[in-house]
């Protein structure tokens, strides 16, 4: 069995922030290399339901799929099956728990795992998926404290 990445970080906002800005305010801290089509301005759409899509939008109107949502329960977890750069068929499962923590913050649990389904693939997509993750959230961190500042009582 190929274990799951597993990473696990405190944002100081509380849970239903944490969340929303993981789905609904993507664009602003998903940075463009590490988007399908890799343009500044592509804006990411996580649709609020099971099954719904995730993709990007780029300027010109072109949508890539990047997955589907099996589990949406604001504020507390999103679960979904993540195929960015590959077919639906080795779309892998991602969960993430926003959990609330003293003081306002909220600690975010992110598994991400199903790398055995790729077969010899697995191992490689699994260390390319840390490289992602590695990437892509010290900006989701950075934008919670951003975009918290400019709520009201913020």
Known sequence: MIEPIRISFVVECPPEHAFDTWTQRATSWWPPEHTASHE???HIVFEPHPGGRIFERTADGNEIEWGQVVEWDRPRRLR???R???DAENATDVEIAF???PEEATRVDV???GWDRLGDLGPGWRDANVAGWTGVLPAYQMET????QNLPGG
């Open 99 to 101: 959990t609330p923590m």
């Open 145 to 148: 404290r951003v975009s918290r």
């Open 111 to 113: 598994e991400h795992g």
């Open 40 to 42: 500044p301005g592509a």
């Open 84 to 86: 960015i750069a590959t």
């Open 80 to 82: 979904y099956l993540w």
